[in-house]
């Protein structure tokens, strides 16, 4: 074999691939970032090849040093990445060979199907990790902006139409359960990414006795109850993308849910509403208007769904009508991937920073709450209570509303007099509904708006996202040398 082939050509290929196939098949320019896990799954895949005899013990060191050496230079950004090797597997068995003889042996019984296939789920794995670390702490921002105007009321809408009252908190929290279902979803995808791969080969095996569980165990691809989990089917496993589809649907939804409260943000922000004010460290100002102040972070976090969005229909159809196994249309599916984890991780992340620095405009919130038109139902409810059916009641309550209007007079200021002439059993003691304390005193149903089920649900939140804080902090502690690596990634990506 010519020296000058690269190490991905067997001896078959008599020459090189040309320079713009080389451009157009290469994917070192975004898989680059697959480094960490790529060494760290060559250390644990060389363990094995110790264990079962096909490293010598000093091989398997000076292979473990190089990977390591391997690993700072790319870390300190000195690594020189060719992209005529293609991608990160090759560029880093390559340096290492050149380095150490030994590290041609490392390839032993391992395909690049079974590798990237590896590569990607540890990568996702930790990617998760850190994602629900950023949720928990927008979850935190949410019911910390409650809980400090824990006694705000704001109209709630539907159709954009004041409806009923609410305590600002309810609505805050309303987030908090969208976003703790994104956390389960992101959970459970996490337990379909948390699966080994290696050992599939290039799609069936090897017929070298590896030890599977033993990498697997290394990697630390357990179950809660560490119980060691390895995929069941090598053609599967090397053609599997279905959990990085799950995450870019985990993902998608979870932008959908960030854009739906930069919407409420944005809405609150304007001047028509103007229930809060956005530090002016995340606003920005117009170039033309000196006026403006904007609030760009919601505006992109919602307008970044779109990408979030098409990245999942981009991984759909790059998978339908795929044959067994493994296709190189599957190098496609890393940037979409990619993009999704870092766009709705740098979204969720920035919002947090946000809500923190937003203050609530108590006076403009009280005027729209005290709007007396949104107890149009307690009334209803009120003669419901003297044995009205509720048809009726909904029926008078809109006559009272027709006078009201007719009159020019707010709902509240309608007298008795004028009630019971819409119907008799109005009685005194109507006009108390319209009494917002009382009204918000009686809504305590699970999951009502009323005063003590809202404080309820605040405690039980503050509660739950504290110990959740915990636990992410604790995941944290675990994979720190993930988070180090992580931190060398960006560190490069600035320099890219
Ligand atoms: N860069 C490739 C990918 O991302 C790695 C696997 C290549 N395998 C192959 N047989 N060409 O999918």
């Avoid at 870390?75 to 150490?100: Q, S, Y």
């Amino acid at each position: 074999m010519s020296k000058k082939i690269s190490i991905s050509r067997s001896g078959r290929f008599a020459r090189e691939v040309s320079a713009d196939v080389a451009q157009f098949t290469e994917s070192i320019s975004f898989d680059w970032r697959l480094w960490k896990h790529d060494i760290q799954g060559s250390i644990a895949h060389a363990t094995m090849l110790q264990k079962i005899g096909v490293l010598k013990q000093n091989e398997l060191s000076v292979i473990i040093k190089g990977l390591n050496q391997i690993a700072k230079e790319i870390a300190a950004g000195k690594f020189v990445w060719k992209p005529e090797l293609e991608d990160v597997h090759m560029n880093i068995e390559a340096e290492l060979t050149k380095r150490v003889p030994a590290g041609a042996k490392l390839h032993t019984a391992r395909s690049r199907n079974d590798q990237v296939a590896l590569d990607v789920r540890m990568w996702l794995r930790d990617e998760i990790t850190l994602l629900l670390g950023e949720i928990a702490s927008l979850q935190r921002a949410l019911v910390s902006l409650g809980e400090k105007n824990s006694d705000v009321l704001i109209p709630g809408y539907t159709h954009l139409q004041r409806a009923q009252p609410v305590y600002l908190a309810h609505h805050l929290l309303a987030y908090v359960e969208m976003l703790e279902r994104d956390c389960e979803r992101l959970w459970d995808c996490h337990s379909r990414v948390n699966v080994c791969p290696l050992g599939s080969g290039a799609i069936a095996g090897s017929t070298l006795p590896l030890k599977r569980e033993l990498v697997a165990k290394l990697l630390n691809f357990v179950d809660a109850d560490g119980k060691v989990q390895l995929t069941q089917n090598s053609m599967d496993a090397v053609s599997d993308r279905d959990f990085a589809v799950e995450f870019c649907a985990a993902g998608a939804l979870l932008a959908v849910h960030l854009s739906r409260l930069a919407e409420d943000v944005i809405l609150w922000a304007g001047a028509e509403f103007n229930f809060i004010k956005i530090a002016d460290a995340y606003t920005t100002g117009s170039s033309l208007m000196p006026q403006k102040k904007n609030p760009d972070i919601a505006e992109l976090t919602r307008g970044k769904t779109g990408r979030v969005f098409g990245n999942l229909m981009s991984l759909l159809t790059l998978l339908k009508g795929l044959p067994m196994t493994y296709n190189r249309d599957l190098q496609e599916d890393k940037e979409r991937l990619f993009d999704t984890a870092d766009t709705v991780r740098a979204s969720t992340r920035i919002f947090s920073a946000m809500l923190r620095n937003v203050k609530i405009n108590r006076a403009a919130c009280a005027a729209a709450a005290s709007d007396p038109a949104l107890l149009a139902t307690d009334l209803a409810d009120y003669l419901v209570k003297k044995g009205m059916p509720f048809r009726q009641a909904h029926h008078v309550v809109g006559a009272v509303v027709a006078l009201a209007e007719k009159t020019g007079k707010p709902l509240n200021q309608l007298t008795l007099a004028e009630l019971q002439g819409v119907n008799p059993t109005f009685g005194r003691d109507a006009l108390g509904v319209f009494n917002l304390k009382t009204a918000m005193a009686k809504r305590n149903l699970t999951g009502a708006p009323g005063t003590k089920e809202v404080a309820k649900q605040l405690a039980r939140w503050h509660f739950l996202l504290s110990h959740e804080l915990e636990n992410v902090e604790k995941m944290r502690q675990q994979v720190k040398s993930i988070v180090k690596g992580y931190k060398a990634v960006q560190k490069e990506t600035r320099l890219l």
